[in-house]
Structure formats: C-alpha cells, structure tokens
C-alpha cells in the first residue's frame, strides 16, 4: 500500500511566517520594516518642525526681546530639543540622541540677561543644520531604514566637532587659575604588535595636566583613550615617547620604578567601584593607606578623614552590599585620594551610575581639583560632565584631534 502523506523530511524548507495585510499574504518581515519607515518618516517630518521652532527661537533672540520673552524662547528651544532627543532614542537612532544631548548641554541653566542666550549661538545653529542634514536625508531616502548608517556617521562626526567646541566659547564654564604642570606627556605612542600585526592605539599624543584642572578625554570607542590613561598612570610602558612628572622626567622603561610612582603620585576612579566586598568602607580605604606605607592610629584617622571628606562619615562601617552604586564611587574617590596623590585618572567614572549619583560624583571630582593641589584626568562618554571640566581632550584613531 501506497504511502499518501509526505513525511515531514520530504516536505522541504518551512515557509515564513505570514500575516495578512489587506486582501494579501505579506511576510512578517516585509511589515515590520513598512513600519519601520513609517516610524522614521514621522520622526523626521516632527524633526523638521523642531528644528525650525528653535531656529527661529534663536532669530528672535538675536533680535533683542525683553528678558521675560526671552525666557519663553529659551524654555522651547530646551523643550523641543529634550522631545527631539527622546524622539531619537525611541527610532534607534542613538548618535542624533546623543547630538541632542551635546546641544542641550551647551546651553546655559537660567542665565539671567539675554545675551547669555545667544552665547553659544554658533555652535547651536551648526548643531541644528547637521540635524536638518540628518532630517533631509531621512525625507529623501526611498527606503528609510538603509539610510540609517548614513546618519549615524554624520552625526557621529559632527558630535565629535560639536563636543571639541563646546567648552572654549561655553560660557557657564570660567577659565580657572591652574597651578604648576602635575604631569606633562610628549609624543607618546603604544604600538601592539600580535606576529607581523601592528595595532597604533596610540599615536603621538602631546599634553601637559596642571595641579587644580579637570580634564575630560573624549573618544569613540577603541581611539585609544584607557590605553593613554594606563600609560599617564604608570600601569603600562610606552612605546615611544616622554612623561614627566613634577617636572622630573620619568624613565618608563625601567618597569621597577613605576609601582612606586604609582603608589606615590597617581590615584585611580575605575568605571566599577572596584572595592573589596568583605571589607567596610574605612577597612577600603585603609587597604589603599597601608600600600602607601601610612599604618596604625594614623591611617585610621585619615581614612576617617577621607571618607568625611565624601560625606560617607556616617557609613564608615557599611560594606559595598549595603551601599547605593553612588556612594560606593565616593568611597572609591575616597581610596583614589589615599596618600595626597598629584594626579587623580578616573575612567568613565559615571558609566554605571543613574544620572543624579553620576552627577554628585563629577561634582565631587570638581570640588577636589579646586582644592588645587591635584590634577584630575577624565575619560567619559557622558556629555554631562563636559560643562564641569575645565578643557576637552578629544582622542580619533590614537590621535589628538581639533
């Protein structure tokens, strides 16, 4: 007898799934990424209008208006950027977020006469026409969602140049008397090399750090900046290159000397707290004191000082699973600040904190450097923490750029 049903091996490839759209079959698929244009066509037709709202919100100010009006103004260019950046990160499109986001950090919180409005006028309305670029090519695109790379590059590109130009005309930031050169770095070059492979994570970079600045290092990722951090701190070698540190030039080849530099003049903020689970606060911070060679009553006191310091006094005897994550980065700083170091080299101290502990943290960092007797390094991707630095370091390929 004759076998009438095919085995199910017999019956070939299994067909994509299908879902009705109208009278047709349509693959899952093929709707979905119909609603993907849809979604990134009505972000960019509401796009427009934001962008127009705030570019003639920043013609009326030129213009003159009472304080009052303003004030209005101001309040809807703020307005429309926040909704144009959240707009942004619902279509997946992180890099407009993010230039969103440059552009609202640059302007000022409440300044109280209207040229401070239109201090950062040029730097804004070139912000704006990257973003009516981005707009326009979003328009004009028959199919939306492979002009999604395209965007992103610009906007990339123009988040690096937009950050580079923040700070110098940015006027909430005061330029701040700095003290003599904590550490100055001359055409310092890291080469990897895996077999015949040579990998340049970075290539010449020339800077001197001063006793009370705050610098920020920016960067896409892989341009190099932990790797310049490491070599500032003494953690790695240079290829090529000079450090000097309080003046005194640093012989970096000779490996033995760098854990005592360490030790003496650099103090490290990492992107986890990185302490040690089964010790307290203080017991932290002590560990930190007892490598440096300060013990007993003394080092009690002064982890005690430090951790006052940080307004963690009260929370001396708590260990890390008993801490929120902003208070865990403090007692760090705290660790960081064990032995009076010169320079402080924090990376992405933020990353993982939620935006008002990330932000108490920065704000600590700025108050430590205006004490004036340390120079703190910082590498971060968070556009927050630019306002409250003192100079913007850029970093593409290895390279200083802008």
């Not at 896409?220 to 500032?232: A, E, I, R, Y």
């Not at 560990?287 to 951790?307: C, M, N």
Request: charge should be neutral.
């Amino acid at each position: 007898m004759e076998e009438t049903e095919a085995k199910d091996s017999d019956r070939g490839p299994p067909k994509k799934k299908e879902a009705v759209k109208g009278n047709r079959h349509m693959p899952v698929e093929v709707i979905e990424s119909e609603f993907q244009e849809e979604v990134l066509g009505l972000f960019a037709r509401e796009a427009s209008g934001w962008i127009g709202q705030i570019k003639a919100a920043l013609w009326e100010l030129e213009l003159g208006p009472s304080l009052e009006r303003a004030q209005s103004l101001y309040t809807g260019m703020q307005r429309d950027l926040s909704t144009l950046k959240g707009s942004a990160g619902t279509v997946s499109l992180p890099t407009v977020e993010e230039l969103a986001s440059v552009l609202l950090s640059l302007l000022p919180g409440q300044p109280g006469n209207v040229k401070a409005f239109c201090a950062e006028d040029t730097v804004i309305r070139a912000g704006l026409e990257v973003l009516a670029t981005v707009v326009k090519v979003l328009n004009i695109a028959p199919q939306k969602t492979r002009a999604v790379n395209e965007i992103e590059g610009l906007a990339r590109q123009q988040v690096q140049k937009l950050q580079g130009r923040a700070l110098p005309s940015n006027p909430v930031v005061q330029p701040r008397a700095a003290g003599p050169p904590i550490m100055a770095v001359e055409k310092l070059r890291k080469v990897y090399r895996d077999g015949r492979v040579e990998v340049v994570a970075v290539d010449g970079v020339t800077l001197t750090l001063q006793a009370g600045e705050m610098v920020a290092i920016l960067g896409p990722s892989g341009s190099g900046k932990t790797t310049l951090l490491s070599m500032m701190g003494f953690l790695l070698v240079p290829t090529s290159g000079t450090i000097r540190l309080l003046g005194r030039p640093i012989e970096t080849r000779q490996e033995s000397v760098l854990p005592a530099l360490r030790r003496q003049h650099i103090g490290f903020i990492f992107q986890h707290a990185n302490l040690l689970r089964a010790l307290t606060a203080l017991e932290n911070v002590l560990v930190a004191l007892h490598l440096k060679g300060i013990t007993g009553g003394h080092a009690r006191r002064e982890g005690e000082r430090l951790l006052g310091r940080v307004g963690l006094g009260h929370r001396k005897h708590f260990r890390p699973s008993d801490m929120s994550g902003g208070e865990k980065h403090r007692v760090a700083i705290a660790r960081a600040l064990a032995g009076a170091p010169s320079l402080i080299l924090a990376d992405e101290p933020t990353a993982s904190l939620d935006s008002k502990s990330g932000h108490a943290v920065v704000e600590l960092l700025r108050e430590i450097t205006d004490e004036g007797r340390h120079a703190v390094a910082m590498v971060t991707h968070d556009t927050r923490n630019l306002n409250v630095a003192d100079r913007l370091i850029q970093l593409e390929d290895g390279r200083l750029v802008g």
